[in-house]
């Protein structure tokens, strides 16, 4: 922001009153910390020794009260606020892109209630995922919302990308899990939804934050149902001749039962990320599931699963790189298996239904290969519906261009492509990393007229559009 004279001091002075002196900072090197999260562009700019946006002050409220107070002083001044929780999205959402102030939840991270009859847990936003997970473990319990940024990602950041875990199949998506929200409007108001999520009082004002990114609110306490730890978790694993076969036992098994985790990725992936990380050698599709709960109805289960595979002509691998999944779960991520700078990478994350999911599938590969030819694209299938699953589809090209405007142009190039290719077949552009900076330009596409519902409740909501400006297309 471009404020003259004592202006800058004036604000920063309100804000210190509103949380405390001692959270508010403006020092550059701080300031440094918060110009990139995980999104490749950003991390390509400062790599290049190029400035990442920044934001003109870091403030660390410690309750909803302070949430509100910062947001009055911010619509007071016009100012952009951004909500950061662990940094570790991919679509640049937290991102300071227009100066202003940069809101840090981790101090909000306190356990609120358990209660182990409804079989529910209360938390701060700011908390790190992982820690509600071992508060709910204590009792006996799990939250089942396992993403591989468990350790790095705060709930108010999985709740704003609508984000989902490895044991999706089974146990749904956040929005599933979670039953209400605390949220602080942007004029300040603080406000809850409905103490079930289940109802016909209306639409469902918990989705309507759940998703939003930090553009309309910001969400500062979450409920969450909790399920009984399972007494056995079985893993196996399976190899197909190619990833459309995979694809349709993958659709048989889930209209069928429930696996936990159920993996399946194509001939590419297979033979360099699966073979990096497990060490399997062959070629063809590999797939890993999971299916858990009580040890007699998992018996069945088991059973169920080799006769479909069986039917679909895979070749039984048994438990042993199941099981090696499991305990790599995150090892995927590590610097080593995980592509990073210099590589030049981008997740597009699409999903739809299963008559359109391999069409999508080619039509994204052959557009990201065809037309960039030193490009490589490889994909599996991680999360699946009872009507469709998501292809978590990613680009890499190990050369990019040195200069980082050219590789900026080069990589929305790649992504506009990729993404056009599902959109244009039918997919959804995203799943569960969001929109962010990344996407926004493509909602309008996406969306049609639809999009006006999305703005209509930005302009109600924040008059003033104070709120994670230049996100998710809004
Ligand atoms: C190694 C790795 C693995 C990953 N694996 C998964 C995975 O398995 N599943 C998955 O879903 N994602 C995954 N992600 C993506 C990312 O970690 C998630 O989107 C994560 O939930 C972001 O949480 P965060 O706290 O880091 O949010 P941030 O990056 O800090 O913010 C993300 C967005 O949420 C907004 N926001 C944050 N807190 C709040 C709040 N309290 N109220 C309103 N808005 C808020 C921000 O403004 C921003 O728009 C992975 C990322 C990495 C780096």
């Known amino acids: 922001m471009d404020l003259r004279g004592f202006m800058s001091d004036m604000i920063r002075s309100e804000l210190e009153d509103a949380v405390g002196q001692e959270n508010v900072s403006v020092s550059t090197g701080e300031k440094l910390a918060y110009g990139t999260d995980y999104f490749w562009l950003a991390r390509m700019w400062v790599d290049k020794g190029q400035m990442p946006p920044i934001p003109d002050y870091i403030v660390r409220p410690g309750s909803a009260e302070e949430v509100s107070s910062v947001l009055k002083i911010a619509n007071y001044y016009k100012t952009p606020v951004y909500t950061w929780g662990g940094g570790s999205g991919t679509q640049g959402g937290a991102l300071a892109m227009a100066g202003g102030i940069m809101m840090d939840t981790k101090r909000m991270d306190r356990l609120i209630n358990i209660d182990t009859v409804s079989g529910t847990i209360t938390v701060e936003t700011g908390m790190v995922f992982q820690t509600m997970e071992w508060y709910a473990n204590e009792q006996g319990f799990s939250v089942m919302h396992i993403p591989s940024c468990l350790t790095c990602c705060t709930v108010g950041g999985a709740l704003a990308h609508n984000g989902i875990g490895i044991m999706s199949t089974k146990y749904g998506k956040i929005d599933d899990q979670c039953l209400g929200l605390e949220v602080v409007l942007p004029n300040g108001n603080i406000i809850h939804s409905l103490q079930v999520p289940k109802h016909s009082s209306g639409p469902d004002i918990r989705q309507m934050f759940i998703g939003s990114e930090g553009t309309l609110g910001i969400m500062t306490k979450a409920t969450f149902k909790m399920v009984r730890l399972p007494e056995v978790r079985k893993h196996h694993a399976f190899l197909f001749k190619d990833m459309p076969t995979g694809i349709q036992a993958c659709r048989e098994i889930v209209q069928t039962l429930k696996p936990s985790i159920m993996r399946l990725f194509d ?44 039917k679909y002509g895979a070749q039984y691998l048994g438990t042993e790189y199941g099981e090696k999944w499991y305990e790599n779960r995150i090892t995927f991520f590590y610097p080593g298996y995980m592509m990073n700078n210099p590589q030049m990478f981008g997740t597009m994350d699409t999903t739809a239904t299963f008559d359109k999911i391999e069409k999508i599938y080619w039509a994204m590969k052959h557009a990201v290969e065809d037309n960039f030819p030193d490009v490589k694209f490889i994909a599996h299938c991680s999360h699946w519906y009872d009507w469709g699953t998501m292809l978590y589809d990613r680009f890499i090209m190990d050369n990019p261009p040195e200069d980082p405007e050219e590789a900026l142009r080069l990589h929305n190039k790649i992504w506009n492509t990729g993404v056009r290719a599902a959109l244009a077949n039918g997919g959804v552009i995203n799943d569960h990393h969001g929109v962010g900076l990344k996407l926004g330009h493509l909602m309008k596409e996406q969306y049609g007229p639809a999009m006006q519902v999305l703005e209509g409740l930005k302009k109600a909501l924040d008059p003033n559009g104070i709120m994670n400006p230049y996100k998710l297309g809004l």
């Open 267 to 310: 001939e590419a992936e297979t033979v360099s990320i699966i073979k990096k990380v497990l060490g399997f050698e062959k070629k063809g599709a590999f797939m890993n599931l999971t299916v858990e709960g009580k040890a007699e109805i998992v018996v069945v289960e088991e059973k169920i699963v080799l006769e479909i595979c069986d």
